[in-house]
């Protein structure tokens, strides 16, 4: 499997950045929902402990990933057979889902930072912990992660389009670096 990608099918490198990413990002969404939500504050403080450093795997892996793109490999061309506004939007959304990205892992950090939850949680400096509306990084954090959920709809909604009614190789092609 090469790792770098050609003009048409992606590298392994690529493939597996982007599937590592999407398992992230899934477990990210689940338990910072389920950590907003959680009236136990020892519940609570156990799922920040997994999140925090699953946001903070996912701005090293995004930002090595640009570094990837832009000094290592070249993205393939579109499939062709897609109207030209189709393959705009796909790759609005890619930037998007950068730019997203990027903005969570930064609101996140930031939060953690201003009110000191990263000492308390990891620190050992003693609790309680914050109400973190207290803190402005919270409203951006809400905001991106429900762009990123409408996001997410539009991209796998997208590739599972391609896939079922399309019927050609545009997941086939993100999943085995050999598949065109
Ligand atoms: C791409 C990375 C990230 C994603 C996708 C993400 C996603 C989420 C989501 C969906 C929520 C629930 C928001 C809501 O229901 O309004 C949340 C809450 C939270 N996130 Fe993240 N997050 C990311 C990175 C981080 C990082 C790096 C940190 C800290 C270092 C962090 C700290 C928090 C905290 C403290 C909350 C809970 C806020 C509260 O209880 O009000 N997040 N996150
Ligand atoms: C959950 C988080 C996900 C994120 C953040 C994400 C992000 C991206 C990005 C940025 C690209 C452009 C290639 C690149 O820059 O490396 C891409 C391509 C792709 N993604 Fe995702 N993705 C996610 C999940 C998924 C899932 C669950 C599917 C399938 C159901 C999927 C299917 C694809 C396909 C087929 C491509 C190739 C599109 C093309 O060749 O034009 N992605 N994804």
Do not use: C
């Not at 889902?97 to 400096?125: E, Q, R, T």
């Amino acid at each position: 499997m090469p790792s770098r990608s050609s003009t048409d099918a992606y590298g392994s490198v690529a493939i597996g950045i982007h599937w590592l990413t999407a398992v992230l990002i899934i477990g990210l969404l689940a338990s910072g929902v389920l950590a907003e939500g959680a009236a136990d504050p020892a519940t609570k403080a156990t799922l920040l402990r997994l999140h925090a450093p699953m946001g903070i795997s996912i701005l090293v892996l995004t930002l090595l990933r640009i570094v990837w793109w832009w000094r290592f490999d070249t993205k393939p061309l579109p499939l062709g057979g897609n109207p030209a506004w189709q393959d705009m939007l796909a790759k609005a959304v890619h930037v998007l889902l950068y730019i997203v990205m990027i903005g969570m892992a930064a609101s996140g950090i930031g939060m953690f930072v201003l009110s000191g939850a990263g000492d308390i949680l990891f620190g050992g400096a003693p609790g309680p912990l914050p109400d973190f509306d207290n803190f402005v990084p919270r409203v951006p954090h809400g905001i991106g992660a429900k762009l990123m959920l409408a996001l997410l709809a539009l991209h796998i909604g997208a590739a599972l389009f391609h896939h079922f009614v399309r019927r050609d190789a545009t997941l086939g092609r993100m999943w085995s670096a050999s598949s065109k």
